[in-house]
């Protein structure tokens, strides 16, 4: 079990918890997607809490998060994807009016060349 708690402080109701299977190096894509996402909730919101500006931190984490793309699939794979991207935000999946929240199911999955 992963706990992702939003601050170093007390336990609140905004820590978030996901289960992944026991078995080491068998945890499904989407358990994966969905733990990394409550990682990731809990430490943006940590840092707005803090005073760190939301478009900082989108910067900062397109950054790296195209890094890392570029570091597990190179760089041609990586401008591939980025290139998809327009089409997907003038189709509103990534407006906060149109969706809850972000979903699992959402997230993209690369392929590693072989």
């Known amino acids: 079990m992963l706990t992702c708690p939003c601050s170093s402080g007390p336990p609140s109701d ?4 996901v289960r992944l299977t026991d078995v080491p190096g068998e945890v499904p894509d989407h358990e994966q997607k969905r733990a990394a996402l409550g990682y990731l ?31 597990t699939y190179g760089e041609e794979m990586a401008a591939r994807f980025a290139e998809g991207l327009a089409v997907r935000i003038r189709n509103g999946e990534f407006s906060l009016n149109q969706t809850i929240g972000p979903t699992c199911a959402a997230l993209p999955t690369l392929v590693r060349p072989h």
């Open 41 to 71: 909730t809990a430490a943006w919101t940590e840092a707005r809490v803090e005073g760190i500006d939301g478009d900082c931190l989108a910067q900062v984490c397109l950054f790296t998060a195209f890094a890392e793309f570029v570091s």
């Open 14 to 17: 905004m820590g978030i918890t």
